[in-house]
């Protein structure tokens, strides 16, 4: 009996040295919560509600003034759209239709019109079509303008979540946005910004008329 009393009295520290060591552990990290995956469907009937009328209903506008969205980046329509709706990036036509749109309907619509092949372009200006390839594939090296392919690919398909798909898009479009930028209007890249302020009328007419053609 004398024995056993301290032995039941070690056993005991230790079953509460080691219930206080467990209390004091830290839980294991939770796992990570799953990302909702866009909605097609809602996505389709979002864009047709919203964006056709403007956009064409595959997202290949049939106006030069509107953009083609077929095939764009999806990351990037989310992140235009949401500049639209909070006013970083001006446009009161847009900011409209987006201010009525959740950050769901947003990735929907984005996913969907990604989902649709984008219709080749074509440049039309044969005069400035050589000026607007050396741009866009060698910059201007005596204004420090970089080329447009080391962010958008040589071929205009861009890079997802940074640089938006330019393959095939409007001439007309991409002299708008190019200007805009040079002129501060557009405000929601600093890098085009600083690109495009160092860029004349020809020089910006010519790199949109080549991106037209691009495949």
Known sequence: MKLIAPLLAAALIAVSSFSAVASDAKPEAAAPAKVAKPDLVKGEASYGA???????????????AYPKLAQ??????????????????????????????????????????????????FAKDKELVTLGERIYRGGISDRQVPACAGCHSPNGAGLPSQYPRLSGQHAEYGVAQLVAFRDGIRKNSLQMTQVAAKMNDREIKAVADYIAGLR
């Open 72 to 121: 764009q980046h999806p990351e990037y329509l989310v992140k235009q759209l949401q500049e639209f709706k909070s006013g970083k990036r001006s446009n009161a036509v847009m900011k409209g239709f987006a201010s009525a749109l959740s950050d769901e309907d947003m990735k929907n619509i984005a996913f969907w019109v990604t989902s649709k092949k984008a219709k080749p372009g």
């Open 50 to 64: 919203v964006c056709a009328a403007c956009h064409g209903a595959d997202g290949n506008s049939g106006t030069p």
